[in-house]
């Protein structure tokens, strides 16, 4: 998780490789544990092989179903597989079993309705988190600019900015490799009308 999490600001192969390496000796040390399943899928999911990622996040949740942080990385791989409604379902269950959801949950959150389009829930899953980052404010800035919010757009642009003066949008899609490609472009279009730099 460490090494993933490296890799968002550091896109680089040899990291990703690294953390793939650790979830196989992991898993090869607890084939039964949930977050051993858990991070092999999120290793995989990372190099972009999501299909083969999907087996090891269901194993996860199956040997686990009550940890609601497996859920929410789950909804992270069920949003990026296309399955926006899904997702935003198992994070319902989740978080109606934990009254204290981490920053990140609503993120996912925020993320699995930018891909249901529904820009507005965007922005309000967003303020329940108590720290952006550039990132969140790119989404919140692209979905002021799908719905046509330009001053509200430049706004959150210029927070990304202000945090992170070196944000582009050939940097962004080098960190979200994750994303489907349609997705993904709808996404860099929305920051990209928003006045977010490429």
């Not at 890799?7 to 544990?33: E, G, I």
């Not at 988190?129 to 002021?144: E, F, G, N, S």
């Not at 509200?152 to 489907?180: N, Q």
Request: with cysteine.
């Amino acid at each position: 998780m460490a090494l993933l999490g490296e890799s968002w600001t550091n896109p680089r192969a040899d990291t990703k490789d690294a953390a793939l390496a650790s979830a196989t000796r992991a898993l090869s040390l607890d084939d039964s544990d949930p977050w051993c399943q858990l991070m092999m899928g999120f290793a995989l999911a990372h190099r972009g092989e999501m299909a083969l990622a999907g087996p090891y996040f269901e194993r996860a949740a199956a040997l686990n179903p009550g940890d609601t942080r497996i859920s929410y990385l789950r909804v992270w791989w069920l949003t990026r597989t296309g399955r926006a409604e899904e997702a935003l379902a198992c994070l319902d269950t989740a978080m109606r079993r934990d009254p204290f959801p981490p920053a990140w949950a609503w993120e996912c959150r925020g993320i699995a309705l930018f891909a249901a389009r529904r820009y507005d829930d965007v922005i309000a899953a967003m303020t329940h988190m108590t720290h952006l980052h550039a990132w969140d404010y790119a989404y919140i800035a692209a979905c002021h600019a799908h719905m046509h919010r330009d001053l509200d757009a430049h706004d959150a642009a210029a927070a990304v900015l202000r945090i992170d003066p070196g944000f582009t949008l050939k940097g962004y899609r080098a960190v979200e490799s994750c994303t489907p490609a349609a997705e993904l472009e709808h996404l860099l279009d929305g920051m990209r009308r928003a006045g977010l730099p490429e």
